[in-house]
């Protein structure tokens, strides 16, 4: 097999249609192999279970037997496994092919692991680029879609254009472990809402309301209008300007027990709602009852007074 080192075309010409590998074909990989061959790509996949590849080769990819014959297909390879361990089962074997090559790895992790990971990478020659898939597969290469990277700059903008194929490309800075914690943040905050939405639908549910209808008609609407006060709030946040305007935190701790003791009633666990209701306890238990929702932010920090651990 030929070795394609020959650099991606999208910063030279914008077209971005060089050869490109992708390793691991999870839902996820298969539908990021499948946005470059809808872009005009020659797509070389791999993946561990080897019959996962067939869908994609009566598409136009080709498979390849080894992760070292994938590798060397292609300038630009992509590695989108399930976590960092795969990533390094995968990688670490054939690390003497990953010379001069751009390597993106859209694997989930922590800033940490990116970072181990590219220095790792740098070590064998690779161009390193970490990135976080902000979107679900049926996503990918359509709008809505957002990727985050953070890592080889160079890299990441000799192959800008073919990355956007699977969304959005938002570079963040050469600090390869950026993306991920920005990735995990923006998790964070979804699930936070996911949280509330479980429970929420959980309640009404106990006297037979129906989840969709109560959705739509009024959990969207209400979480809509909320969601138009975090700016605001983060902007206080940034100012440490924690002073209440109009709902301090005595009221909400007061507020919180109803909510608690309502869903119990309903004969609801609380376990999804009760770490938010011990932490605006401990913020009043500290005085700090006068203050805004946003000021908890301080009782999240290691080391702050009234941290769970300090
Ligand atoms: P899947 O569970 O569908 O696929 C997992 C993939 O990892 C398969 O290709 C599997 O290979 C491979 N794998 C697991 N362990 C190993 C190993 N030890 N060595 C080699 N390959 C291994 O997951 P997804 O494709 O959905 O997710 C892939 C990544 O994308 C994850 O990090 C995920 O967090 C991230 N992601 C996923 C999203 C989603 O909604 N699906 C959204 C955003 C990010 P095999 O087929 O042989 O088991």
Redesign the pocket.
Known sequence: MTDSRTPGTDKETGTGTGPVTVL???????ALAQALLAGGHEVTVW???AA?AEPLTAQGARAADTVEEAVTASPLVIV????D??VR??LEPVAATLADRALVN????TPEQARATAAWAAGHGAHYVDG??????PMIGHPGSTLLYSGASTAFEAHRVTLERFGAATFLGTDPGVAALHDLALLSGMYGMLGGFLHAVAMVGTEGGKAAEFTTALLVPWLRTMMTALPEFARQMDAGDFGARDSNLAMQAVGFVNIIEGSRAQGLRTDLIEPMRDLIDRAVAQGKGGEDLQGLISLLVPGASGAPDA
Not at 106 to 109: A, H, I
Not at 132 to 137: D, L, N, T
């Open positions: 691991g074909l999870g839902a996820m990989g298969t993946n561990r279970t996962r989108c496994v399930l976590d361990a795969a089962a995968t859209l694997t989930n992790g976080g898939i902000m979107a679900i597969p």
